[in-house]
């Protein structure tokens, strides 16, 4: 692998630029102390002007990161700089391509540890961690106005599993158009109702025939 190096203030730092990293390609670096990388930019920056502060990066003014100038070297926060690139970069079709991929590769990857043993097991615990001191709050029932206590952060909107399902049907999204059996007239149902009937009228009739032995049509 190609390999280029600049000496700086005693030490060497290296380059790769056929490295598939873009790190590896654009900045020079040596393994400094205790096996910690340094970064020539940084090192410039710092013997010229001082400490980097906290949360910032050294940043490369015209766009070179080969242009290690002080005087083309400037701080910059962390998060606005990496918006700043993530821009740049997204900005050319074949980055953004391999980007999408390596993306598309990662949620298969994520979706297979979730779906395996231990990452139900660990959802399983975390879920259980989550409920851990979690304070009741007071909420008014938005079916029948009874006060209630919960734990359900902000989900929690009715007091009992019968308002709940009580709520659904008032709202109709489960409402399907069907025919009556007995005289053909349409009527509403919720699809989950076993109703074959338009009203009392013709369910008294269906039922004389069913214990009649005639059998309805429809």
Same mark, same amino acid.
């Given at each position: 692998?190609?390999?280029?190096?600049?000496? %700086?203030?005693?030490?060497?730092?290296?380059?790769?630029?056929?490295?598939?990293?873009?790190?590896?390609?654009?900045?020079?670096?040596?393994?400094? %102390?205790? +096996?910690?990388?340094? %970064?020539?930019? *940084? @090192?410039?920056? #710092?013997?010229?002007?001082?400490?980097?502060?906290?949360?910032?990066?050294?940043?490369?003014?015209?766009?070179?990161?080969?242009?290690?100038?002080?005087?083309?070297?400037?701080?910059?926060?962390?998060?606005?700089?990496? +918006?700043?690139?993530?821009?740049?970069?997204?900005?050319?079709?074949?980055?953004?391509?391999?980007?999408? +991929?390596?993306?598309?590769?990662?949620? #298969?990857?994520?979706?297979?540890?979730?779906?395996?043993?231990?990452?139900?097991?660990?959802?399983?615990?975390? +879920?259980? #961690?989550?409920?851990? @001191?979690?304070?009741?709050?007071?909420?008014?029932?938005?079916?029948?106005?009874?006060?209630? #206590?919960?734990?359900?952060?902000?989900?929690?909107? %009715?007091?009992?599993?019968?308002?709940?399902?009580?709520?659904?049907?008032?709202?109709?999204? @489960?409402?399907?158009?069907?025919?009556?059996?007995?005289?053909?007239?349409?009527?509403?149902?919720?699809?989950?109702? *076993?109703? *074959?009937?338009?009203? *009392?009228?013709?369910?008294?009739?269906?039922?004389?025939?069913?214990?009649?032995?005639?059998?309805?049509?429809?």
């Amino acid at each position: 692998m190609q390999k280029e190096t600049v000496e %700086f203030n005693g030490l060497t730092y290296s380059r790769y630029p056929d490295s598939p990293r873009r790190d590896c390609q654009v900045y020079f670096r040596t393994h400094g %102390f205790a +096996g910690r990388p340094r %970064f020539l930019h *940084r @090192d410039i920056y #710092e013997a010229t002007h001082g400490p980097i502060p906290a949360g910032h990066v050294v940043h490369h003014v015209d766009g070179n990161p080969l242009n290690n100038d002080p005087s083309n070297l400037a701080t910059m926060c962390m998060r606005k700089h990496s +918006g700043m690139h993530t821009s740049e970069l997204m900005a050319d079709p074949e980055l953004r391509a391999r980007a999408r +991929g390596f993306m598309d590769a990662a949620r #298969e990857k994520a979706n297979e540890w979730h779906r395996s043993d231990a990452g139900r097991q660990w959802h399983a615990e975390h +879920g259980r #961690e989550t409920w851990v @001191d979690r304070k009741p709050m007071a909420k008014v029932c938005e079916q029948c106005g009874a006060g209630y #206590e919960t734990r359900d952060r902000g989900v929690s909107k %009715f007091c009992s599993n019968n308002c709940k399902s009580a709520a659904r049907r008032a709202s109709g999204v @489960d409402n399907v158009q069907r025919e009556c059996c007995i005289c053909g007239a349409a009527f509403t149902a919720s699809k989950y109702d *076993r109703v *074959r009937t338009c009203g *009392r009228v013709c369910g008294k009739r269906r039922a004389d025939q069913t214990r009649a032995g005639l059998q309805p049509h429809g």
